[in-house]
């Protein structure tokens, strides 16, 4: 099956800075990369997510780069702000395609 | 309102017994999906299902069981047979199984079980 690995497990910006997440993946054939926010006591909540068929995606002030020869997708959150603050993952296909395997969770803290 | 939700919010079980955490969604969504999650090891996939009456096995189903009776309804029974029951239950659901275009998953706000 699918192997998704996530670092950090925790980072700490001044606000204003810039934060990055990174996660690996292992099927080649995964073609389908969201990336999640769950704020203290929430639920996940889907933020911005890419094809294999692009690069690069952009929403604002994050955006998503994927590198399918290296195998490895990132979240970039730039002019970070408190509510930036929370646990953030990633997610990729099985093989099948039936369901999704989740990154371990990055908890991101925005400091004022 | 449309949505997935989850109840209860906090449910407290004794050791031995069998609990229902239950999973209901208005998206007309055909997947369901129940996860578990403890703290560093992100979201674990319990069972999935993919059209009612019908349900697959996720990474750690050992020591619970789920029904798809009906589309909107996906309830998961935490049997005495899990070992480790305490932990945080989210439940999902996508209009789609999977990778595709639009399998955005909607994530119910979860049910804290903790076992006494």
């Known amino acids: 099956g699918e192997n998704v690995e996530q670092h950090p497990s925790t980072l700490s910006v001044q606000e204003g800075d810039s934060a990055v997440i990174k996660c690996t993946y292992s099927?080649?054939?995964?073609?389908?990369f969201p990336w999640y926010k769950q704020e203290l006591g929430k639920r996940p909540q889907l933020i911005i997510d890419i094809r294999s068929n692009v690069g690069e995606k952009k929403d604002q002030r994050i955006a998503v780069t994927l590198n399918k020869t290296a195998k490895h997708f990132s979240l970039h959150i730039t002019e970070t702000q408190p509510e930036d603050s929370a646990v953030y993952f990633c997610?990729?296909?099985?093989?099948?395609?039936?369901?999704?395997?989740f990154g371990t969770g990055t908890s991101l803290t925005v400091i004022p | 309102d449309g949505g997935i939700t989850q109840s209860p919010k906090y449910l407290f079980r004794k050791e031995g017994q069998n609990v229902t955490l239950s999973c209901e969604q208005n998206l007309n969504h055909d997947a369901m999906y129940w996860y578990r999650q403890d703290p560093g090891q992100g979201l674990r996939l319990i069972y999935y299902?993919?059209?009612?009456?019908?349900?697959q096995k996720g990474d750690i189903a050992e020591g619970y069981s789920v029904s798809r009776e009906k589309k909107e309804s996906f309830p998961l029974t935490v049997t005495s047979a899990q070992k480790n029951p305490t932990a945080f239950y989210l439940c999902?659901?996508?209009?789609?199984?999977?990778?595709?275009?639009?399998?955005?998953?909607?994530f119910g706000q979860g049910t804290r079980l903790t076992v006494v």
């Open positions: 099927d080649s054939a995964s073609n389908y």
């Open positions: 999902a659901s996508s209009i789609q199984v999977g990778h595709t275009r639009g399998a955005e998953a909607f």
């Open positions: 997610a990729a296909p099985s093989n099948t395609g039936n369901q999704f395997y």
């Open positions: 299902s993919q059209i009612v009456n019908d349900f």
